[in-house]
């Protein structure tokens, strides 16, 4: 899935919901910007699989900016519509996360 991800990132086929939107403008460590994310995607990988989200398949990406910011995406594909959607974007708090890749217990 995270091909197909990329490519709609790639081709301008990507919509953020409302509530990344805000997510990324109110992120605790700093705004997060369309950039930014595009960057982590396309860098990323996925950690996380939730292959039974409803309406669309989605997945947890584990991604840097040029930057060397460390971003979490989750992102939902939609093969119908080769559109990828985008619910939510943070930046991962080092007291719930190993390495940016792994929940703590």
Request: glycine fraction near 2%; proline fraction near 5%; charged fraction near 30%.
């Amino acid at each position: 899935m995270l091909d197909e991800i990329r490519n709609c990132f790639e081709n301008e086929k990507t919509l953020f919901s409302r509530h990344a939107r805000m997510e990324m403008e109110i992120e605790e460590y700093g705004v997060i910007l369309e950039k930014e994310v595009h960057e982590a995607v396309i860098s990323g990988k996925i950690i996380e699989n939730y292959p039974d989200d409803e309406p669309y398949p989605s997945c947890l990406v584990y991604g840097k900016t040029a930057l060397n910011r460390a971003l979490h995406i989750v992102c939902a594909y939609s093969k119908e519509d080769n559109i990828t959607i985008i619910i939510t974007v943070y930046q991962p708090n080092p007291d719930k996360w190993i390495d940016n890749e792994m929940r703590k217990a």
